[in-house]
């Protein structure tokens, strides 16, 4: 690919690693796919490819086969042709300077609270994102906080993860995005694309004693903690430990 100077000097001008890794590999052979960005070690590639577009460079996202024939996420330069530094630093800039004041915004009216888990956390370890990944639906108005979640950081990888395997990575429609769990915990229809509901529980203080009963429960049975806790609600076995 024979690009513009000005771009030449952009991807030279790149230092972020992990930036770095992903214009490399588009460099060599035209496109970096998630599979080569986990051989490299980054286990979430969305994040990777969001680094490089927030350096004002535009990627596209499109489909290819991974070395077992799945079909799977890639990441291409975008309109670089056209590229103008700053045009694609004031798509960007919305990104990088959303988190002081929208979080703020967001504390005030919800608490600190992670939207998935539904705990309190301190609000240093709390984590602003869109409800719609910003790769399907773009930037949104910093206005309309409804747009945007507070996340822990073990929810926000979780919903990363989550999104780049459902088959709306690919697809792009915002209504699917907004009947999912990791868009709309609050009232949704499925989770990343499979007809799914989910129970994010934690046990604290009294509930200590619960938690060590239904463990014991699973390491007899032989199961996990997760089918522990179906069938002892199911059966109505969960002792009253207070």
């Given at each position: 690919m024979e690009f513009s100077d000005a771009f030449k000097i952009k991807l030279e001008s790149v230092k972020n690693k992990r930036a770095k890794v992903v214009i490399d590999m588009i460099l060599e052979k035209g496109?970096?796919?998630?599979?080569?960005?986990?051989?490299?070690?980054?286990?979430?590639?969305?994040?990777?490819?969001?680094?490089?577009?927030?350096?004002?460079?535009?990627?596209?996202?499109?489909?290819?086969?991974?070395?077992?024939?799945?079909?799977?996420?890639?990441?291409?330069?975008?309109d670089w042709e056209h590229y103008n530094e700053q045009d694609n630093l004031k798509k960007t800039a919305g990104r990088t300077q959303l988190s002081k004041n929208l979080k703020r915004m967001l504390i005030e009216r919800f608490g600190a609270i992670c939207w998935i888990y539904r705990e309190s956390y301190p609000e240093r370890q709390l984590q602003v994102d869109h409800r719609i990944p910003y790769e399907i639906l773009g930037e949104q108005d910093?206005?309309?906080?409804?747009?945007?979640?507070?996340?822990?950081?073990?929810?926000?990888?979780?919903?990363?993860?989550?999104?780049?395997?459902?088959?709306?990575?690919?697809?792009?429609?915002?209504?699917?995005?907004?009947?999912?769990f990791f868009?709309?915990?609050?009232?949704?229809?499925?989770?990343?694309?499979?007809?799914?509901?989910?129970?994010?529980?934690?046990?604290?203080?009294?509930?200590?004693?619960?938690?060590?009963h239904i463990k014991k429960f699973a390491r007899i049975k032989n199961i996990s903690l997760q089918q522990a806790l179906k069938i002892l609600s199911y059966k109505g076995l969960i002792p009253n430990h207070r």
């Open positions: 496109y970096c796919s998630t599979e080569d960005l986990k051989n490299a070690g980054y286990e979430h590639p969305p994040r990777a490819a969001r680094d490089v577009r927030e350096q004002g460079i535009p990627l596209e996202t499109f489909s290819v086969k991974d070395s077992s024939g799945k079909t799977i996420s890639a990441y291409r330069f975008g910093e206005a309309k906080i409804e747009n945007y979640m507070l996340l822990s950081p073990s929810a926000n990888r979780d919903k990363s993860w989550a999104c780049e395997h459902c088959i709306n990575w690919l697809n792009k429609d915002p209504n699917m995005c907004r009947t999912c868009a709309n915990p609050e009232a949704y229809l499925h989770i990343a694309g499979e007809e799914e509901r989910r129970i994010n529980v934690s046990f604290k203080s009294d509930d200590i004693e619960l938690y060590d």
